[in-house]
């Protein structure tokens, strides 16, 4: 089985754990067609998950927060739609996983997303060149959020 996991949204990623070992990939983002700002690019997501061909699929599960704005709740939302579809698309199976439950496996909850890249720094050292920057948090989730799934459902 070739599993992934996914922290979906403009700053995310996907992380594929292969008999090598894991590897991380931004989702691919491009500038929107209409209005400012970026999306996700559905023929890119679908290009790399094809290279990456998952038989299993583990996304965090989003949900609105407190003072988010109509755009942003829209925007994970059609970000989210658009990975389980080309998902599907493939073939791959999906799990959702809400972020306290990973986050709480890892000693994560209530700790800033630096915390998460210094969890995955700490167990994918080999990945260290990946997760050099703050901003590369999407890519340690995406890391996490997979391997908390290879772990827990053995």
Same mark, same amino acid.
């Given at each position: 089985?070739?599993?992934?996991?996914?922290?979906?949204?403009?700053?995310?990623?996907?992380? +594929?754990?292969?008999?090598?070992?894991?590897?991380?990939?931004?989702?691919? +983002?491009?500038?929107?067609?209409?209005?400012?700002?970026?999306?996700?690019?559905?023929?890119?997501?679908?290009?790399?998950?094809?290279?990456?061909?998952?038989?299993?699929?583990?996304?965090?599960?989003?949900?609105?927060?407190?003072?988010?704005?109509?755009?942003?709740?829209?925007?994970?939302?059609?970000?989210?739609?658009?990975?389980?579809? +080309?998902?599907?698309?493939?073939?791959?199976?999906?799990?959702? +996983?809400?972020?306290?439950?990973?986050?709480?496996?890892?000693?994560?909850?209530?700790?800033?997303?630096?915390?998460?890249?210094?969890?995955?720094?700490?167990?994918?050292?080999?990945?260290?060149?990946?997760?050099?920057?703050?901003?590369?948090?999407?890519?340690?989730?995406?890391?996490?959020?997979?391997?908390?799934?290879?772990?827990?459902?053995?």
């Amino acid at each position: 089985m070739r599993l992934i996991g996914i922290d979906p949204g403009l700053t995310g990623a996907v992380a +594929v754990f292969e008999p090598k070992g894991p590897a991380v990939h931004d989702l691919p +983002v491009t500038a929107r067609q209409t209005g400012k700002g970026f999306e996700v690019n559905a023929r890119m997501l679908a290009a790399l998950l094809h290279s990456l061909a998952p038989s299993h699929a583990v996304i965090e599960r989003q949900g609105p927060m407190p003072k988010q704005g109509v755009t942003s709740v829209y925007s994970l939302g059609r970000t989210a739609g658009l990975i389980e579809g +080309v998902l599907a698309m493939h073939g791959a199976s999906v799990d959702w +996983v809400r972020p306290a439950e990973w986050k709480r496996a890892y000693g994560l909850t209530g700790k800033t997303k630096d915390a998460s890249r210094s969890k995955a720094l700490e167990l994918f050292p080999s990945l260290a060149s990946q997760l050099t920057r703050v901003r590369d948090h999407g890519r340690a989730e995406a890391l996490l959020i997979a391997n908390w799934w290879r772990v827990t459902r053995k």
